[in-house]
Structures are given as structure tokens and as C-alpha cells.
């Protein structure tokens, strides 16, 4: 699907489908930013600086300018320098945290002028140049050394996978900008770098059994709250006890030592469980408790806060667009400003209003269309480093997709995450089309890549 122009480097030029799905996105996201904001009556013109909308233009022109820049500069600088950029991004989210601007909270910006600049967001694309880089000059995986045998101290070898030095080093390199996220009380931004576990999984460095475990003990957290305090021995964890049973009695010639393996995790998976209660309401913010409780209790009424109130409004305005929706600009929960947020975090109440269920659908489907091409892109690389730096693309972008939808039809608790290139921010959209580009970058330049297996 690539074009064929070639730049003065040599290369061929960005793919043009995820091109096409860029700009598509963009303006898309320019018009229901407009829609969402501009109102006739104020008599303000579209071209007013006040305007979002406008500042937004401003912005697009901006990441055109940043795209330009990346095609005409040696692919081989991200390469070259990613942990330059990494070391970077590090010192602007410790210098965010004394110089930063307190915004809801949060002490994320740095304020110029009239405009605003976020460092978590370029941290993103600067963590997935550092984390390929690292992982390609680090080699093979060794993943079981020949001195450990199938059990050592009744714990299976597979534990051991987990001391790997190389995925420790790993997580220090995704942990750090993380942590210093928090440090700013961003904890919506933070969470993105967990989807890095998606890329150590594709490069092997972490095993399926981890995924599944994480998978579970956030499942068995869940349904901890779901289910009343009285009732969780019942539902939760006679079930949990019956299917280990099941398990030792399949497995009868299994060695004592992982027998005694199994019922160690099935006892710590009761005490988690039984515990999970405490770790809510200990270690959890009081924000952060009350968002988790409104999507699990109806009835719930967080005491002077409008979290119910967000969420009331935001399913209200995508199921009133029905199928075809109410059309440009005639949002009318959109346009009396019920939707919090309206042009940044919940720009997807606009969509659905406006366009209905059809424009929703549409919407969803360009973005999995992007997501399965960057995958394919990943896959076709001939250097370790462009492929899991695509990976790392496309697992950002997931993220926020993924996390943005649910968040405003309330399947997740609402956090800060933007819909990527919908959103309104110069931040996010900057930060969006560099990690986007530069994996186009790489990839137009495959050919010349050495291979890296």
C-alpha cells in the first residue's frame, strides 16, 4: 500500500493508507471540536483565538510542519538517538513537577502564553524509542539457564523467567516515566505504559502465563466489588477453591513440590480477594474510589462531586443520536454544554450524538483499520528495532482507543485519555503525530534498515 515517491534519502515514501486514515481522523476531529463549541448566537467568528476550535487549526497546521520535518531528516537519528529523547522526556516530567502548572489537580503543563504543553504525552513516543532500543541491543533471551532444573525449592522454572535481567531492565525503562506521571497525580496517563506488556510479550521476554495471571487478578479485583462482602464465599471463592481441586485431581502424577505450588497460589489468590476490599479503600484515592463505585452502584451519589452527573450526561448524549444521529451541529446536549469535557476526554458524545449509531460504527471501524494496519506495518519490518517500535505505536493508540470509548459509555471509570487525533490539545496531537510518523518513517525505509533479528 506504500507509494512510491522516494525522498532524498533514498527511502519510499509513508504509507499511504495510514496517511489517508490520519488526515481522515484529524479532520474529522477538527469538525466535532467545531461542532462541539461554536455557537452562532455569541457572535464570534470561527477564526476567533478564543475559540478551541480554533487553537486546533493551529495545532494541525503545526503536526503538518512536524510530519514535513520527519520526512526530510536521516530515519536513522530515532535509532540513534532514542535514548537522547528518553533522557529528554525524563527531564521535562521532573522539571513539570516543580515548575508545572496546576490544572484539576494535576501539575502535568508547562503554561506559554495562552497555550499549554503536557510532557507525559511526548513521554510516550520517547519510552517506545528508549524500550526498542534497549531490547535491540540486548540480544536473545536466554530464557532458562542450565543449571535450573524443572523445579528448584518447589517452585516451576517458569518463575524464574520473571529475573530475567533483561526485562528487569525493561521495566526500569518503561517504570520511570511512569512513576514520575504520578508523581504529577496523572494517574490516566500512567496507566498507558502498562500497555507496553504487549510488546515484552511479542519480543518474548514475557511468557503467556504472566498475561493470563494479570488478566485474572485483575478479574477476581473486579468481581471482589461487584459482589457483596457477605456473599463472596459463595460466589467467588468456593468456585475458585472447586476449580483448583479440579486441576490437582487431572493432574494426580504431578511431583509433591508442584502440587504444593498450586495450593500456595490458591491460597494467595483467597487472601487477595479477601483483601481486595482494604486495598480499595486504602490505596485508591478518594476520586478514584468514587469513579470505580459509580460504574458498579447505581445508586451510589459521590457527596459534592459531579462524577455521576459526567457519566448521566455523556450516555444520554451518545443514545440520543440514535442510528443516523441528529446531524452537524445540532447536537443539543452537545451544544447546551451538559457533556463535560466535551471537546477533549468525551469528543466521542459528539459522535455519537451528531452521527448516531452509523457514525460510531464508522468511526470504530477506521480506527481498527489503523490499529491492523500499523500491525502489519510492525510485521514487515526487517529490523528489531522499527518492528517493536511499531508494536509500541499501535499499543499506545490501542490503549487510548480502547480506554476513551469505554470511559464515556461507562464500561471503564473516567480518566484522562485522549481519542487519539480526535481530541482536542496541541500536546496529545503533537505527540500523537510524532510516534505515528516516525514509525512511518522507519518503514519507508526498510530496505535500507541492517537486519536485526
Known amino acids: 500500500m506504500a507509494n512510491s515517491t522516494h525522498n532524498i534519502k533514498g527511502g519510499s515514501g509513508f504509507d499511504s493508507l495510514t ?7 484529524i479532520i474529522f476531529g477538527w469538525l466535532n471540536i467545531f461542532a462541539a463549541e461554536f455557537d452562532a448566537s455569541s457572535g464570534k467568528s470561527m477564526f476567533d483565538f478564543s475559540l478551541v476550535s480554533t487553537k486546533q487549526i493551529i495545532w494541525i497546521a503545526t503536526s503538518i510542519i512536524i510530519i514535513l520535518v520527519i520526512y526530510t531528516i536521516d530515519y536513522s537519528t530515532f535509532d540513534t538517538y532514542s535514548f537522547v529523547f528518553y533522557i529528554a522526556a525524563l527531564f521535562l516530567l521532573l522539571l513539570v513537577l516543580i515548575f508545572g502548572k496546576e490544572i484539576k489537580g494535576n501539575r502535568s503543563w508547562f503554561a506559554i502564553g495562552g497555550f499549554t504543553l503536557q510532557p507525559s504525552e511526548f513521554a510516550k513516543f520517547a519510552t517506545g524509542l528508549a524500550l526498542a532500543k534497549f531490547l535491540t541491543i540486548s540480544g536473545n533471551i536466554n530464557k532458562k539457564s542450565a543449571f535450573i532444573s524443572d523445579t528448584a525449592f518447589g517452585v516451576p522454572v517458569f518463575l524464574f523467567e520473571l529475573w ?7 521495566l526500569m525503562v518503561i517504570g520511570i516515566p511512569a512513576f514520575l506521571i504520578l508523581l504529577q497525580g496523572d494517574a490516566g496517563s500512567a496507566m498507558v505504559f502498562s500497555v507496553f506488556i504487549f510488546v515484552l510479550y511479542r519480543e518474548g521476554l514475557l511468557p503467556t502465563w504472566v498475561l493470563t495471571s494479570l488478566f485474572v487478578v485483575i478479574s477476581l479485583f473486579v468481581l471482589s466489588l461487584f459482589i457483596p462482602a457477605d456473599k463472596i464465599l459463595v460466589y467467588l471463592i468456593i468456585p475458585l477453591l472447586s476449580v483448583v481441586l479440579l486441576i490437582l485431581l487431572l493432574n494426580l502424577k504431578r511431583s509433591y513440590q508442584s502440587v504444593i505450588f498450586t495450593l500456595i497460589v490458591a491460597a494467595t489468590l483467597v487472601l487477595y480477594i479477601v483483601s481486595a476490599k482494604y486495598i480499595f479503600d486504602n490505596v485508591l484515592k478518594k476520586h478514584q474510589r468514587e469513579r470505580i463505585m459509580v460504574l458498579i452502584d447505581n445508586d451510589i451519589d459521590p457527596a459534592g462531586q459531579d462524577i455521576r452527573y459526567n457519566l448521566k450526561h455523556s450516555k444520554i448524549a451518545i443514545g440520543s443520536g440514535g442510528f443516523f444521529g441528529k446531524g452537524f451541529m445540532q447536537g ?3 451544544k447546551l454544554k451538559y457533556v463535560p469535557e466535551q471537546s477533549t476526554d468525551f469528543i466521542f458524545c459528539t459522535v455519537g450524538e451528531e452521527y448516531g449509531w452509523l457514525g460510531s460504527f464508522m468511526l470504530i471501524s477506521i480506527y481498527l483499520v489503523l490499529l491492523n494496519r500499523l500491525l502489519f506495518l510492525a510485521e514487515r519490518q526487517k529490523d528489531k528495532f522499527a518492528r517493536i517500535y511499531g508494536y509500541s505505536v499501535a499499543s499506545i493508540l490501542f490503549f487510548h482507543f480502547m480506554i476513551n470509548l469505554s470511559m464515556t459509555i461507562g464500561l471503564f471509570p473516567v480518566v484522562g485519555i485522549p481519542l487519539p487525533f480526535l481530541s482536542y490539545g496541541g500536546s496529545s496531537l503533537w505527540a500523537f503525530t510524532l ?3 516516525i514509525f512511518l518513517k522507519l518503514d519507508a525505509h526498510r530496505e535500507q534498515q541492517m537486519v536485526r533479528k
Open 19 to 25: 496517511v489517508f486514515l490520519y488526515f481522515v481522523l
Open 164 to 170: 530475567n535481567p533483561i526485562l528487569r531492565a525493561a
Open 332 to 334: 443539543t446536549q452537545t
Open 435 to 437: 510516534l505515528l510518523f
